[in-house]
């Protein structure tokens, strides 16, 4: 049975934090439907400032239904999860992923869109170093580890870590 999987993502997504393990996921056969907040392109950046590709989105996130997905993708980068964090609409959708009890995986600031769910209280997380306290506010640990795995939920802290991220992504999402 083939997993679809959902990479929820907008302008200023870190463009190697979703390519990178979009392309492992769909090696290990996984489908990929990417939503933003417009269907369309949307503009990726590389090393958080500077442009790089535009990346299409399938979906908007309106038109968006977790039922549908087997698990959620959050890249980072940082202004795509500063966008989707204060959009309504994003956030239920992730909170439904989450409600649902489907795994979810977030690199680098891809985290902050989980805060405004209110599901990291508790839990053990990694992330990039420059969110850490944001993450400690929202009742999380925060440990300074490539990859971290607590419940439904798998963190990374940035691109460097993409070698240990994407198998360990194939492996949560029960891909193989």
Known sequence: ?????????????????????VEALKKAGAEIIVISLEK????????????????????????????????????GGVASPDKLRVNETAVQFVR???DAGKPVATICHGSQTLIETGALRGLTVTS????R???????????????VTDGQFLFSRCPDDLDAFNP??????RIT
């Open 128 to 131: 990039w170093p420059a969110i």
């Open 1 to 21: 049975m083939t997993r679809k999987i959902a990479v929820l993502a907008t302008d200023g997504t870190e463009e190697i934090e979703l390519t990178s393990p």
């Open 96 to 98: 439904d992923i989450i």
């Open 40 to 75: 369309g392109e949307f503009q990726a950046v590389k090393s958080d400032i500077y442009p790089s590709g535009k990346l299409k989105a399938d979906l908007a996130v309106k038109d968006a239904v977790a039922s549908d997905y087997d698990a959620l993708l959050l890249p």
């Open 133 to 147: 306290t944001d993450l400690k506010n929202a009742g999380a640990t925060w440990v300074d580890q490539p990859v």
């Open 168 to 173: 360990a992504t194939i492996t949560h999402f």
